[in-house]
Nanobody
Framework: QVQLVESGGGLVQPGGSLRLSCAAS????????MGWYRQAPGKQRELVAA???????NSADSVKGRFTISRDNAKNTVYLQMNTLKPEDTAVYYC???????????????WGQGTQVTVSS
């Protein structure tokens, strides 16, 4: 069994910062890409940022220059540093990872339970 556990969400004022963490645990042979998605009320889930096992990153235009994704491969953990937060960043943030559970297995997509980020004065 594989679990992704997120932490670090909360309420912050506009212009503030938050750091999200997501740790993968359980039966893990290897992890490929890891990333963060978000879903605001009434909207579709969207990619925020992603990072490969080699450290290549990709992020949505709306967060470029404000959000930074990083990972610690030894800890199977991905981080999202969010700076200069705006009210439109308010959403539930979900961690995602492509994980192979065994040497002969294919990569499968796993999701965390989500963490609420609210940007409001």
């Amino acid at each position: 069994q594989v679990q992704l556990v997120e932490s670090g969400g909360g309420l912050v004022q506009p212009g503030g910062s938050l750091r999200l963490s997501c740790a993968a645990s359980g039966s893990i042979f290897s992890i490929n890409a890891m990333g963060w998605y978000r879903q605001a009320p009434g909207k579709q889930r969207e990619l925020v940022a992603a990072i490969t096992s080699g450290g290549n990153t990709n992020s949505a235009d709306s967060v470029k220059g404000r959000f930074t994704i990083s990972r610690d491969n030894a800890k199977n953990t991905v981080y999202l540093q969010m700076n200069t937060l705006k009210p439109e960043d308010t959403a539930v943030y979900y961690c995602n990872a492509l994980i192979r559970r065994g040497v002969w297995d294919q990569f499968n997509n796993f999701w965390g339970q989500g963490t609420q980020v609210t940007v409001s004065s």
